[in-house]
């Protein structure tokens, strides 16, 4: 992306959150130096369903959809990262056509990475079922013989 006046350098802690699941921001980060998780709140559990390292960028659903955050990034380690508004996202996405191309390409390989992860969690569900099923047939067998 070309920088403009807008383009801001942010520096996190270990720990620290870029942003919040649920938050209204509308910023495109790209990762200058460290790590980025993005994690997802569970009833009991966090997951992280992503991370970030130099040169990748993150937040563009919320900005392009005008949505809040799905999730929520921390800084792993010392991190710097580059924060662009809406605005100059969208005029460098209309300035450079490889940078829509690899914002796109970017999209679809999470969604990959995301059917493969479902596929995951659907054969682990399947086969957790079947384990209960041979378990319960073998308590009843026990019980009856």
């Known amino acids: 992306m070309d920088h403009s006046p807008s383009d801001l350098i942010r520096a996190f802690e270990d720990g620290e959150m870029v942003f919040h699941e ?32 130099a040169g990748d960028m ?45 914002v796109i390409e970017s999209l679809a390989g999470r969604l990959r990475e995301t059917t493969d992860r479902l596929q995951e969690v659907c054969t682990q569900y399947v086969l957790d079922r079947a384990d209960m099923a041979l378990i319960e047939r073998a308590v009843l067998a026990s019980e009856i013989g």
């Open 22 to 53: 649920g938050d209204d921001d509308a910023f495109l980060y790209v990762v200058v130096s460290g790590k980025v998780d993005i994690r997802k709140e569970g009833g009991l559990v966090t997951t992280t369903i992503a991370s970030f390292t």
């Open 58 to 102: 993150f937040g563009e659903l919320a900005l392009i959809e005008q949505r809040p955050r799905s999730a929520t990034a921390v800084a792993v380690g010392a991190t710097e990262v580059e924060v662009y508004d809406r605005v100059t996202f969208l005029d460098s996405l209309r300035e450079d056509p490889e940078l829509a191309l690899r």
